[in-house]
Protein backbone atom coordinates (compact mmCIF):
# COMPACT_ATOMS: atom_id res chain seq x y z
CA UNK A 1 0.00 0.00 0.00
CA UNK A 2 1.52 3.55 -1.02
CA UNK A 3 2.68 5.44 1.91
CA UNK A 4 1.17 8.81 3.14
CA UNK A 5 2.88 11.74 1.27
CA UNK A 6 3.36 14.52 4.34
CA UNK A 7 4.39 17.79 4.10
CA UNK A 8 5.28 20.04 7.35
CA UNK A 9 4.83 23.73 7.77
CA UNK A 10 6.63 24.77 10.74
CA UNK A 11 9.16 27.74 11.60
CA UNK A 12 10.22 26.09 14.88
CA UNK A 13 13.06 23.61 13.75
CA UNK A 14 12.60 21.92 17.24
CA UNK A 15 9.34 21.59 16.67
CA UNK A 16 9.53 20.18 13.03
CA UNK A 17 12.25 17.52 14.33
CA UNK A 18 10.07 16.90 16.78
CA UNK A 19 6.99 16.26 14.43
CA UNK A 20 9.19 14.14 11.94
CA UNK A 21 10.50 12.26 14.62
CA UNK A 22 7.24 11.30 16.02
CA UNK A 23 5.78 10.52 12.18
CA UNK A 24 9.53 8.31 10.80
CA UNK A 25 7.98 5.03 13.19
CA UNK A 26 4.57 5.09 12.17
CA UNK A 27 3.82 2.82 9.27
CA UNK A 28 2.31 3.96 6.09
CA UNK A 29 3.17 7.80 6.72
CA UNK A 30 6.04 9.54 4.77
CA UNK A 31 7.36 13.11 5.59
CA UNK A 32 8.79 13.98 2.29
CA UNK A 33 9.00 17.48 3.08
CA UNK A 34 9.59 20.52 5.55
CA UNK A 35 9.46 24.17 5.54
CA UNK A 36 9.75 26.89 7.69
CA UNK A 37 7.03 29.87 5.75
CA UNK A 38 3.93 29.64 4.38
CA UNK A 39 5.30 30.63 0.91
CA UNK A 40 7.17 27.42 1.01
CA UNK A 41 4.25 25.83 1.90
CA UNK A 42 1.94 26.90 -0.91
CA UNK A 43 5.17 26.23 -3.54
CA UNK A 44 5.92 22.61 -2.12
CA UNK A 45 2.37 21.86 -1.80
CA UNK A 46 1.87 22.77 -5.54
CA UNK A 47 5.22 21.15 -6.42
CA UNK A 48 5.34 17.57 -4.72
CA UNK A 49 1.58 17.35 -4.06
CA UNK A 50 1.90 15.37 -0.71
CA UNK A 51 -1.15 14.09 0.54
CA UNK A 52 -1.53 15.86 3.99
CA UNK A 53 0.10 19.14 4.62
CA UNK A 54 0.91 19.84 8.54
CA UNK A 55 0.86 23.46 9.00
CA UNK A 56 1.17 25.78 11.87
CA UNK A 57 -0.57 28.87 11.48
CA UNK A 58 2.03 31.52 12.97
CA UNK A 59 4.85 31.35 10.62
CA UNK A 60 7.10 34.10 8.97
CA UNK A 61 6.17 35.95 5.45
CA UNK A 62 2.52 34.19 5.09
CA UNK A 63 0.69 32.71 7.69
CA UNK A 64 -0.93 29.36 7.72
CA UNK A 65 -4.40 30.97 7.11
CA UNK A 66 -3.49 32.53 4.16
CA UNK A 67 -1.15 29.74 2.96
CA UNK A 68 -4.20 27.82 3.39
CA UNK A 69 -6.07 29.43 1.24
CA UNK A 70 -3.96 29.88 -1.20
CA UNK A 71 -3.39 26.09 -1.09
CA UNK A 72 -7.20 25.20 -1.41
CA UNK A 73 -7.68 27.82 -4.12
CA UNK A 74 -5.27 25.59 -6.59
CA UNK A 75 -6.11 22.44 -5.23
CA UNK A 76 -9.83 22.66 -3.50
CA UNK A 77 -8.79 18.44 -3.00
CA UNK A 78 -5.57 18.93 -0.62
CA UNK A 79 -5.62 18.10 2.65
CA UNK A 80 -4.52 20.47 5.21
CA UNK A 81 -4.19 19.47 8.84
CA UNK A 82 -3.80 22.62 11.10
CA UNK A 83 -1.64 22.38 13.81
CA UNK A 84 -1.26 25.56 16.38
CA UNK A 85 -0.91 26.61 19.92
CA UNK A 86 -3.94 28.47 19.76
CA UNK A 87 -7.41 27.92 19.15
CA UNK A 88 -9.29 30.82 19.24
CA UNK A 89 -13.14 30.10 18.07
CA UNK A 90 -13.00 32.80 15.10
CA UNK A 91 -9.92 31.64 13.46
CA UNK A 92 -10.90 28.01 13.79
CA UNK A 93 -13.70 28.89 12.14
CA UNK A 94 -12.11 30.62 9.63
CA UNK A 95 -9.67 28.60 8.73
CA UNK A 96 -12.12 25.75 8.34
CA UNK A 97 -14.46 27.45 6.12
CA UNK A 98 -11.37 27.86 4.01
CA UNK A 99 -11.50 23.97 3.64
CA UNK A 100 -8.93 23.10 6.33
CA UNK A 101 -9.74 18.82 7.29
CA UNK A 102 -8.68 19.41 10.66
CA UNK A 103 -7.54 21.52 13.51
CA UNK A 104 -5.20 20.00 16.24
CA UNK A 105 -3.59 21.93 19.54
CA UNK A 106 0.01 21.35 19.39
CA UNK A 107 0.01 20.07 22.86
CA UNK A 108 -1.58 16.80 22.62
CA UNK A 109 0.21 16.34 19.43
CA UNK A 110 2.19 13.52 20.22
CA UNK A 111 -0.94 11.49 20.95
CA UNK A 112 -3.37 12.23 18.29
CA UNK A 113 -1.35 13.36 14.85
CA UNK A 114 -0.51 9.64 13.33
CA UNK A 115 -4.26 8.96 13.44
CA UNK A 116 -5.39 12.22 12.50
CA UNK A 117 -3.02 12.48 9.39
CA UNK A 118 -4.73 8.92 8.49
CA UNK A 119 -8.31 10.35 9.03
CA UNK A 120 -7.69 13.54 6.39
CA UNK A 121 -6.23 11.67 4.43
CA UNK A 122 -9.67 9.05 4.40
CA UNK A 123 -11.16 12.37 3.48
CA UNK A 124 -12.45 12.43 7.06
CA UNK A 125 -13.02 16.12 9.33
CA UNK A 126 -10.40 15.80 12.54
CA UNK A 127 -10.62 18.49 15.49
CA UNK A 128 -9.07 18.16 19.19
CA UNK A 129 -11.35 17.36 21.19
CA UNK A 130 -11.88 20.86 23.29
CA UNK A 131 -12.25 22.06 20.06
CA UNK A 132 -14.92 20.06 18.58
CA UNK A 133 -16.48 20.21 22.05
CA UNK A 134 -16.86 24.47 21.83
CA UNK A 135 -17.97 24.09 18.05
CA UNK A 136 -20.74 21.34 18.60
CA UNK A 137 -21.75 23.33 21.72
CA UNK A 138 -21.90 26.49 19.75
CA UNK A 139 -23.46 25.23 17.04
CA UNK A 140 -26.14 23.82 19.42
CA UNK A 141 -26.59 27.57 20.67
CA UNK A 142 -27.01 28.81 17.24
CA UNK A 143 -29.51 26.47 16.39
CA UNK A 144 -31.79 26.94 19.86
CA UNK A 145 -31.39 30.96 19.09
CA UNK A 146 -31.94 30.70 15.10
CA UNK A 147 -28.62 32.53 14.23
CA UNK A 148 -26.89 31.29 11.21
CA UNK A 149 -23.81 31.96 12.51
CA UNK A 150 -21.50 29.68 15.30
CA UNK A 151 -20.56 32.85 17.43
CA UNK A 152 -22.00 35.90 17.63
CA UNK A 153 -19.08 37.99 19.04
CA UNK A 154 -16.38 36.44 17.04
CA UNK A 155 -15.48 38.99 14.00
CA UNK A 156 -15.00 37.43 10.52
CA UNK A 157 -11.67 39.19 9.17
CA UNK A 158 -11.13 38.15 5.43
CA UNK A 159 -7.66 36.47 4.58
CA UNK A 160 -6.10 39.38 3.31
CA UNK A 161 -6.56 41.62 6.88
CA UNK A 162 -5.04 38.32 8.39
CA UNK A 163 -2.55 38.72 6.14
CA UNK A 164 -2.00 42.50 7.03
CA UNK A 165 -2.46 41.88 10.81
CA UNK A 166 0.42 39.68 10.54
CA UNK A 167 2.24 42.18 9.04
CA UNK A 168 0.99 45.24 11.39
CA UNK A 169 1.95 42.80 14.39
CA UNK A 170 5.66 42.42 12.71
CA UNK A 171 6.12 45.73 13.25
CA UNK A 172 6.17 46.85 9.14
CA UNK A 173 4.99 49.98 7.99
CA UNK A 174 2.15 50.85 5.77
CA UNK A 175 4.54 51.22 2.63
CA UNK A 176 6.60 47.79 4.08
CA UNK A 177 3.86 46.04 4.20
CA UNK A 178 2.20 46.97 0.74
CA UNK A 179 5.20 46.32 -1.07
CA UNK A 180 5.25 43.20 0.63
CA UNK A 181 1.79 42.00 -0.33
CA UNK A 182 1.94 44.00 -3.75
CA UNK A 183 -0.86 46.17 -3.25
CA UNK A 184 -0.96 50.06 -2.68
CA UNK A 185 -0.18 52.10 0.96
CA UNK A 186 -3.94 53.36 0.31
CA UNK A 187 -5.51 49.49 0.56
CA UNK A 188 -2.90 48.93 3.26
CA UNK A 189 -4.51 51.97 4.91
CA UNK A 190 -8.33 50.56 4.25
CA UNK A 191 -7.50 46.82 5.70
CA UNK A 192 -6.06 48.27 8.78
CA UNK A 193 -8.79 50.57 9.44
CA UNK A 194 -11.32 47.48 9.19
CA UNK A 195 -9.38 45.25 11.38
CA UNK A 196 -9.96 48.11 14.33
CA UNK A 197 -13.60 48.63 13.68
CA UNK A 198 -14.12 44.78 13.75
CA UNK A 199 -12.27 44.10 16.29
CA UNK A 200 -12.73 47.43 18.19
CA UNK A 201 -9.21 47.61 18.73
CA UNK A 202 -7.47 51.13 17.91
CA UNK A 203 -3.83 51.17 18.25
CA UNK A 204 -0.79 49.13 16.66
CA UNK A 205 -0.01 47.87 20.11
CA UNK A 206 -3.36 46.32 20.65
CA UNK A 207 -3.55 44.73 17.32
CA UNK A 208 -0.23 43.16 18.13
CA UNK A 209 -1.48 41.63 20.76
CA UNK A 210 -4.80 40.44 19.52
CA UNK A 211 -2.01 39.13 16.80
CA UNK A 212 -0.12 36.85 19.68
CA UNK A 213 -3.29 36.13 21.93
CA UNK A 214 -5.06 34.36 18.44
CA UNK A 215 -1.80 32.84 17.10
CA UNK A 216 -1.27 34.79 14.23
CA UNK A 217 2.34 35.62 14.92
CA UNK A 218 3.86 33.93 18.65
CA UNK A 219 5.23 35.28 21.27
CA UNK A 220 8.72 34.32 23.15
CA UNK A 221 7.32 31.29 24.35
CA UNK A 222 7.66 28.70 22.65
CA UNK A 223 6.57 25.28 22.70
CA UNK A 224 8.52 21.84 21.93
CA UNK A 225 6.37 18.30 21.00
CA UNK A 226 8.50 15.50 22.67
Same mark, same amino acid.
Given at each position: ???????????????? =????? /?????????????? =? &?????????????????????????????????????? +???????? /????? &? &??????????????? /????????????????????????????????????? +??? &????????????????? =???????????????????? /???????? =??????????????????????????????????????
Amino acid at each position: MKNITVLIAEDHAIVR =EGLCM /LLKNEEGIEVIAQV =E &DGREAVKLAAKLRPDVIVMDIAMPHLNGIEATRQIMQA +RPDARVLI /LSAHS &D &DAYVEMIMGLGASGY /LIKQIASQILPEAIRRVHQGKKCLSPTIAERRKHHRQ +RAH &DRGELRTSKDAPVLTSR =EVEVLQLIAEGRANKESAQE /LHISVKTI =EKHRQSLMDKLNIHDTAGLTRHAIATGIIESSVQITIV
